[in-house]
């Protein structure tokens, strides 16, 4: 996710409840089994300006090793999807570092689509990895202040 696991446990929890705190609309979800978080999908607006209200950012996508291809993930990422769609959102942004083929297989199956790389984006331990973006409209016809200018 673009830090060293390392770098993770040195960030004091303060770190950790910022990326839980994007004010509402943003929303994370959690899947819990015994009352630990076993899996999450977070969906935030990234600016209160009129010219980007219509965006959102899947992030913090993450499910716990011994939980991993039983669903929760997708289930987790459709929900923080039709949240944001339900909350006005036209367009979904994602970055992923690659190679990460269970991630991206994911993201498609949700009907996501790559929209560009950067090449060589992180350097964690000496290897190189690239960006991907991908992004997934609404496929809602637009209202009428949805486009342009609002
Ligand atoms: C990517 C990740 C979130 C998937 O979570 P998950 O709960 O195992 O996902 P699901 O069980 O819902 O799988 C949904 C689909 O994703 C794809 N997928 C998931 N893991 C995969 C893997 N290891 N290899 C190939 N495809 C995979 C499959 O298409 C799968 O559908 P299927 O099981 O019907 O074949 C999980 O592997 C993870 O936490 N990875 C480390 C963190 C990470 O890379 N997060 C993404 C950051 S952008």
Redesign the pocket.
Known sequence: ?GTTLDEELQQPASFFHSQLSFAAPSRVFGAFSEGELV?AAGIRWPTNHASGKHKTILYG???APA?????????LVRQAVDHAFSSGCLRIY?Y?YVP????V??YE?LGFVSSGAEPEELNIDGHYYDLQYMSLRNPAPLGAGDRGGG
């Open positions: 996710m899996a996508v993450q499910t939980f991993r291809r039983q669903s929760l993930g997708r289930r994602l992923v990460n083929p269970g991630a297989s994911l199956s």
